[in-house]
């Protein structure tokens, strides 16, 4: 009967799954945040004109634009500390459930603080001016936190996966010993051959001051 081999597949490392999945939730949860941040956040509106022309309502949608440039600020911070637990092969689901759900979380409260808070209202009715304070704290705030959140798991996970340390190898060190161990035969050796006559003493003498500059 012929035995053919299978193809082989690549498994992919245990756990790892799961390090995408956490990363994509966090992901996710911020492109929400900056998108319905954007579409729902109060504007910066402001009153203008007189009582003789009337007044106009300028807006702004400074919580949007803020909203948007804060979201990036924040993928910028977690993308790169999840390729550096992938790179470092970090299997363990603690640090990929902090990193998952809690970027996602502070993104998720950002956004329902920027839609459902008032805006501040300054000013004298009629000149008024409704600034969306909240929001845009609340973005702050948001970036500041993953920033936080980041630089632990990376300082108690991250990094110290990487910097695990090898397997140590020591180099065999050949001392002296050998040398003067065969010297001392040798030594040895000669002597016999001097007491047996068949050498004589100048060349015991002769040899046994070679053998010794070699040790």
């Given at each position: 009967m012929a035995l053919t081999n299978a193809p082989s597949r690549r498994i992919a490392a245990p756990g790892l799954g799961y390090a995408y999945l956490m990363t994509g939730i966090a992901t996710v949860c911020i492109v929400i945040s900056g998108v319905l941040g954007s579409i729902f956040s109060p504007d910066l509106v402001s009153t203008?004109?007189?009582?003789?022309?009337?007044?106009?309502?300028?807006?702004v949608p400074l919580a949007a634009f803020m909203g948007w440039v804060f979201c990036v600020i924040a993928l910028a911070l977690?993308?790169?500390t999840a390729m550096q637990g992938i790179r470092a092969k970090v299997t363990e689901r603690v640090p990929w459930t902090i990193l998952g759900l809690g970027a996602g979380g502070i993104?998720?409260?950002v956004m329902f603080i920027s839609i459902f808070t008032p805006a501040m209202v300054t000013g004298t009715?009629?000149?008024l001016?409704?600034?969306p304070l909240a929001s845009i704290i609340s973005v702050i705030a948001g970036v500041v936190l993953t920033w936080l959140l980041c630089?632990?798991?990376k300082a108690a996970f991250f990094e110290s996966g990487e910097s695990q340390p090898g397997p140590v190898t020591t180099a065999a060190t050949v001392g002296p010993e050998p040398a003067a161990?065969?010297?001392v035969t040798k030594l040895r050796q000669l002597?016999?051959?001097?007491?047996?006559?068949?050498?004589t003493e100048d060349d015991f003498q002769a040899k046994k001051e070679d053998l010794l500059s070699q040790i």
């Open positions: 203008g004109g007189s009582y003789d022309s009337g007044f106009t309502y300028t807006h977690v993308l790169p993104w998720l409260a009715d009629p000149w001016t409704w600034f630089r632990t798991v161990d065969g010297a002597a016999q051959l001097r007491d047996s006559g068949v050498i």
